[in-house]
């Protein structure tokens, strides 16, 4: 109850910091907007300054008017469909209007990666000189891109569906977004990361909160991750797209992808489908590591213009994966399918109090099989250490139905910026794990220790139904010239249930098949501040708390292996957990100028009724365990700070330096150890050199080399058998080029000096007690042709 006292202190206190409007200096924006090519005005442009949510449309002649802005300085950025978004900063002074002249350029396929960016605690993008950088990374996973912003990183556990970890963060405590559906794995054991169920083609940008800021986004983000598919804006033509290709030594990977886009009349359209697939990989050291993989994926999207200010759109897609190696489980996975389907209707208007309204229905389904087969228990001869005495036939077939739907408003009162609104997930998962010893006649039996009774202890989890309802309020508005403040609310209902436990998990867990219905009521706020200290420098502030309720795994898994361990143990299931609920203040420097930028923050993060682990008493189910200790999950009480930093700086014209580096601190008080999932202290430095010839046949040139330095992580969970990892250096080089407007080359090299090295996050191999290495050197090479 204190919590819920302390909430409503909180946001009357945020309430209460807003004074009411006063007389402000003020000054205006005026301007034209032309085509580039032809010269002509452009009628109905959108032209905004996004972080005072003030806009206005052009009219038939390209003008457009932005009154009363407050004095300072801003990013404007002027928005039509079929041409390229164009960015402009401007100084407002008051008493005075500034005067733009803006050309568009019109819109094509682009050719290059995928953006990806860190937002501040206002959710805004931290400037930075060296997106290009990150644009042209060649994955195999989305996951991996990850890994290039400090306070971010993934964990491996085979060659795809790298799981994200953001500042110590993970799992569910990290909402995954896909075009603004949340996401869900369907294995127990995060074989499949939300990301993974998307193909890299597919994604435009992906956007990170590393905090309690992302409260409109949906429910329980202690920090989020948004994931911008292609296609979402097609240009006013007929249909554009690209064809790619790629291929990748050491991985022995492949990659196809074909996608288009564009408009008829009223109605847009786009279509992409991919194919990837990989084989086992060697270490730098030569240790081969198993990596097989193939994925194909189909994913379409149609729309229509309702009337120049709305639109609906319906787009789907299906994915199938097979035969995927995961050394770091106990199983492989035999396939993945995941259908996915999204209704969208969108209102935007630049006048009157209603600014946009959206309402989006989505849907998810994924099927899941995972066997023992290429395991040393499947065979004869059995494990090196003679466990278990003989082979077993061992599976796990799972299933994940998710349904989800969001309304949201934005509004203007007066000086006020608000988005109201509401949203649902509701989430259907089971799991069952059929297990045989075969005998050394040839006949398969179901072992004793696997029976209690007449009753087959094979429910992983038993048919759990997770709805979560919430409700959220966003208001922000400019006081003066220089600052700007943002609070938001939310109040989340969920309840959990499970329709089909056996016997010894309810006696496990010490709770009646009544106790399996649990309900939480979880209120969470966060305030921001953005004050404007000089012409190139901003401090934001930002501070929240949000709750998360436990997953299906840690209130109902039967004896299951966790993958928030490094162990192959078996894990019970608590019904009766209280949900998580991080704290966490932040703190954020930026500047910028003509040739440089900076970004600088840190934060503190405590975590009530943090969800860790104890041993128990309770009897195993499978002698493959390790160690053959059943813990349970427990709440208790843990605290994270780190700082990152970001910068870059224009040597000369063509040449562009970063740096980047990070550190991050967790403690899990309750088992008085270091928190689980920490990644040690770590710096980036890189160069780039771009180059546009004269001549019309070749365009952008570049050549980027980055140096990672890793540090060793000293300071391990032990009770969840992490250990110790050293530290490691990898030099990295990629260079690219576009011919005849319409081809580009891009190669890379990965790891250049075959270094041997593993991420302190990855999973073990739960035979061997090793961790999983990263791949030695990998040449990449990708050709793209834009049609």
């Known amino acids: 109850m204190h919590r819920y006292i302390a909430f409503a202190c909180f946001s009357c206190a945020f309430l209460l910091l807003v004074p009411a409007a006063s007389a402000q200096s003020t000054g205006a924006v005026e301007g034209r907007v032309f085509d580039g090519e032809t010269d002509t005005t452009l009628p109905e442009v959108n032209v905004v300054i996004s972080t005072l949510d003030r806009g206005a449309v052009t009219d038939e002649e390209g003008r457009f008017a932005l009154r009363n802005v407050p004095s300072g300085t801003y990013q404007l950025q002027a928005r039509f469909v079929g041409y390229e978004t164009t960015t402009r900063t401007v100084q407002v002074t008051a008493g005075s209007a500034t005067q733009l002249r803006l050309r568009l350029s019109r819109s094509s396929v682009e050719m290059s990666g995928i953006q990806v960016t860190a937002l501040s605690p206002d959710r805004e993008p931290t400037g930075s000189l060296d997106a290009e950088q990150i644009r042209t990374a060649e994955v195999a996973d989305p996951g991996a891109l990850l890994r290039d912003l400090p306070g971010i990183n993934s964990v491996r556990r085979g060659p795809v569906g790298l799981d994200p970890n953001v500042r110590g963060l993970s799992e569910t405590e990290v909402g995954t977004y896909i075009g603004g559906m949340r996401t869900f794995p369907a294995g127990p054991a995060r074989m499949d990361s939300p990301m993974s169920h998307v193909d890299p083609s597919t994604i435009k940008s992906i956007d990170v909160v590393k905090g309690p800021y992302a409260l409109t986004w949906g429910p329980g983000n202690?920090?989020?991750?948004?994931?911008?598919?292609?296609?979402?804006?097609?240009?006013?033509?007929?249909?554009?797209?690209?064809?790619?290709?790629?291929?990748?030594?050491?991985?022995?990977?492949?990659?196809?992808?074909?996608?288009?886009?564009?408009?008829?009349?009223?109605?847009?359209?786009?279509?992409?489908?991919?194919?990837?697939?990989?084989?086992?990989?060697d270490a730098g050291n030569g240790q081969p590591i198993p990596a097989d993989y193939?994925?194909?994926?189909?994913?379409?999207?149609?729309?229509?213009?309702?009337?120049?200010?709305?639109?609906?759109?319906?787009?789907?897609?299906?994915?199938?994966?097979?035969?995927?190696?995961?050394?770091?489980?106990?199983?492989?996975?035999?396939?993945?399918?995941?259908?996915?389907?999204?209704?969208?209707y969108e209102f935007a208007q630049n006048e009157n109090m209603l600014r946009g309204l959206t309402v989006r229905a989505s849907a998810q389904q994924t099927l899941h099989g995972m066997t023992n087969e290429g395991k040393c228990t499947f065979?004869?001869?059995?494990?090196?250490?003679?466990?278990?005495?003989?082979?077993?036939?061992?599976?796990?077939?799972?299933?994940?139905?998710?349904?989800?739907?969001?309304?949201?408003?934005?509004?203007?009162?007066g000086a006020w910026d608000l988005t109201v609104g509401g949203d649902v997930v509701h989430t259907f998962r089971d799991a069952t794990r059929p297990l045989e010893a075969v005998m050394p006649n040839g006949n398969r039996v179901v072992p004793p220790f696997y029976r209690r009774g007449d009753e087959i202890l094979d429910n992983a989890w038993p048919g759990v139904t997770i709805t979560q309802e919430g409700v959220f309020a966003e208001a922000s508005r400019a006081l003066g010239d220089l600052l700007t403040?943002?609070?938001?609310?939310?109040?989340?209902?969920?309840?959990?249930?499970?329709?089909?436990?056996?016997?010894?998990?309810?006696?496990?867990?010490?709770?009646?098949?009544?106790?399996?219905?649990?309900?939480?009521?979880?209120?969470?706020?966060?305030?921001?501040?953005?004050?404007?200290?000089t012409e190139r420098w901003t401090l934001s502030l930002g501070g929240g708390t949000v709750a998360r309720p436990p997953s299906a795994l840690e209130r109902y898994a039967d004896r299951f292996p966790a993958s928030?361990?490094?162990?192959?143990?078996?894990?019970?299931?608590?019904?009766?957990?209280?949900?998580?609920?991080?704290?966490?203040?932040?703190?954020?420097?930026?500047?910028?100028?003509?040739?440089?930028?900076?970004?600088?923050?840190?934060?503190?993060?405590?975590?009530?009724?943090?969800?860790?682990?104890?041993?128990?008493?309770?009897?195993?189910?499978?002698?493959?365990s390790k160690p053959q200790t059943v813990f349970r999950y427990v709440n208790g009480e843990a605290t994270f700070y780190g700082t990152e930093v970001d910068a870059t700086v224009s040597l000369a014209e063509p040449l562009t330096a970063r740096a980047s580096g990070s550190y991050l601190w967790g403690e899990d008080e309750t088992a008085d150890e270091p928190a689980f999932g920490v990644s040690p202290a770590s710096a980036a430095l890189g160069l780039r050199w771009t180059h546009q010839p004269t001549t019309s046949?070749?365009?952008?040139?570049?050549?980027?080399?980055?140096?990672?330095?890793?540090?060793?992580?000293?300071?391990?969970?032990?009770?969840?058998?992490?250990?110790?990892?050293?530290?490691?250096?990898?030099v990295d080089l990629r260079a690219g080029a576009t011919v005849l407007e319409r081809v580009r080359l891009d190669v890379s090299v990965e790891n250049l000096f075959d270094e041997t090295y593993v991420n302190h996050l990855n999973a073990k191999n739960p035979f061997s007690g090793d961790s999983l290495p990263e791949p030695g050197r990998v040449v990449s090479t990708t050709l793209r042709l834009r049609f």
Do not use: H
């Open 222 to 281: 202690m920090s989020a991750i948004q994931v911008t598919q292609r296609g979402e804006d097609p240009p006013r033509t007929p249909l554009t797209g690209t064809v790619r290709a790629g291929y990748d030594t050491n991985r022995e990977a492949r990659e196809a992808t074909v996608f288009g886009m564009g408009r008829q009349g009223d109605w847009f359209y786009s279509v992409n489908g991919a194919w990837r697939g990989g084989s086992t990989f």
């Open 294 to 344: 193939e994925s194909a994926e189909g994913r379409a999207r149609i729309g229509v213009e309702l009337t120049d200010r709305s639109t609906l759109s319906l787009s789907g897609s299906y994915q199938d994966q097979e035969d995927i190696d995961y050394p770091g489980r106990l199983l492989n996975a035999d396939f993945f399918e995941t259908g996915m389907g999204q209704l969208t």
């Open 379 to 413: 065979e004869k001869n059995g494990c090196p250490d003679g466990k278990p005495p003989a082979p077993f036939r061992i599976g796990v077939d799972s299933e994940i139905q998710n349904v989800s739907g969001r309304v949201a408003a934005d509004l203007v009162l």
């Open 485 to 533: 403040l943002t609070g938001t609310t939310r109040l989340d209902l969920a309840q959990s249930d499970a329709n089909d436990p056996t016997q010894p998990f309810l006696e496990n867990a010490g709770v009646s098949e009544a106790g399996l219905d649990q309900s939480d009521v979880m209120p969470s706020g966060a305030v921001t501040a953005s004050l404007v200290l």
């Open 564 to 624: 928030k361990s490094q162990m192959s143990a078996e894990f019970q299931g608590i019904p009766s957990l209280d949900p998580e609920r991080s704290t966490q203040g932040d703190l954020w420097l930026e500047g910028d100028g003509q040739a440089w930028s900076l970004s600088v923050n840190a934060f503190a993060r405590r975590v009530d009724d943090y969800i860790t682990l104890a041993p128990t008493g309770i009897d195993p189910i499978l002698p493959l």
């Open 697 to 730: 046949a070749v365009g952008e040139v570049f050549v980027d080399g980055g140096v990672e330095l890793v540090a060793e992580q000293d300071r391990a969970a032990t009770t969840r058998r992490e250990t110790e990892t050293d530290g490691y250096t990898t």
